[in-house]
């Protein structure tokens, strides 16, 4: 429920640049006005107030031909109680022409109750150091360059969203609004969070933990028929057997051509890419409930705890246990 250090309502800052991205704005803010919808249907007062804030009072252009008209300039002395940054698609020039933004979040991060970077907006919170030591995430396509940028920051490029402390980010773009229903269930409640989901068509939360970059997606980049089918199949029964021969004849292949066919297009082994959805239903299962090892097992294709533990060090260098334990808090039974 909502911390009682917040102001009632909470006030968020939705901070912009010339270049934010659109959608990332639009969908956090969505998720905070769907919940003000909810609470004033039922005689609850506002949750939320937001403003747009930027390093000038002025309409902000984004990356689509859509402006925001910023009307707070940010202040390290005149705070929100949470402050979200967006990302930008050219985030190297969002940096080099945004100094001064860097210097507020610096200023700003051990004041605030939260700090948000949304996508590539977490190279913000890292340029101003308020990361080292810490893990975060961002866009897929900017996490080794984030990795490789600011060292003291432990990178997780398979996340959805990370909170460490007092500071949060995201992947990339509407990985904003899993984060924003995260931060709704935790002020208001799971039954608040859900009932914006529900409006918004999307699902409550990917939990933090889950891949950015899933298999499912993965699949769509298949070009061969066949071998798509085959991946939405072993995708869809992914708690049966899977034997090559049968998946070859399935894609209509003799097994040594489908062997040749699957790398091709896929970039990895058929044997890999079943391992690989395993994994992901697995860290899927272990964080959305409390189901014991095995019957998280029986439910990928394993008859035994121990196959899934060995998968889970193959695919992560961490035990079950240990995952379930670093994504969701609670024991592997």
């Known amino acids: 429920m909502k911390d009682p250090l917040y102001a009632s309502p909470i006030r968020v800052d939705l901070v912009v ?132 940028q600011f060292k003291n920051v432990e990178v997780e490029a398979d996340a959805i969203y990370i909170r460490a402390g007092h500071l949060w980010t995201s992947a990339g773009v509407t990985a904003c609004i899993d984060l924003a229903l ?31 970059y899933s298999m499912h997606l993965a699949s769509q980049n298949t070009t061969h028929t066949g071998i798509r089918e085959t991946q939405d199949w072993i995708l869809s029964n992914i708690a049966m057997p ?23 297009e896929v970039g990895i082994g058929p044997n890999q890419y079943i391992d690989a959805a395993r994994f992901d239903k697995a860290c899927l299962l272990l964080q959305e409930g409390h189901l014991p090892l095995k019957s998280v097992a029986g439910r990928v294709g394993y008859t035994s705890e121990q196959s899934l533990r060995k998968l889970f060090l193959r695919q992560s260098g961490m035990t079950a246990e240990d995952y379930r334990l670093r994504f969701c808090g609670a024991p592997a039974r």
């Open 17 to 148: 640049y010339p270049g934010f991205k659109s959608l990332e704005a639009i969908g956090t803010m969505s998720v905070f006005e769907y919940a003000n919808i909810h609470l004033a249907n039922s005689g609850r007062a506002p949750g939320y107030t937001i403003r747009i804030a930027s390093t000038r009072a002025a309409a902000i252009a984004s990356d689509l031909p859509m402006t925001l008209e910023a009307t707070h300039v940010l202040d390290a002395d005149d705070l929100p109680d949470v402050a979200v940054i967006v990302g930008a698609r050219a985030i190297e020039e969002a940096l080099a022409s945004n100094p001064s933004l860097v210097d507020w979040a610096r200023l700003a991060a051990p004041k605030l109750h939260r700090l948000v970077g949304l996508c590539s907006g977490s190279f913000f919170l890292a340029q101003a150091g308020v990361l080292d030591g810490l893990r975060a995430t961002t866009h897929w396509s900017a996490a080794d360059r984030l990795k490789h």
């Open 182 to 212: 995260a931060l709704v269930e935790e002020d208001f409640g799971r039954s608040l969070a859900l009932a914006v989901a529900r409006d918004l068509v999307v699902y409550l939360r990917r939990t933090g933990g889950q891949s950015q």
């Open 242 to 264: 899977m034997k090559l021969g049968e998946l070859a004849n399935r894609a209509a292949m003799s097994e040594r051509n489908f062997r040749r066919v699957f790398l091709k």
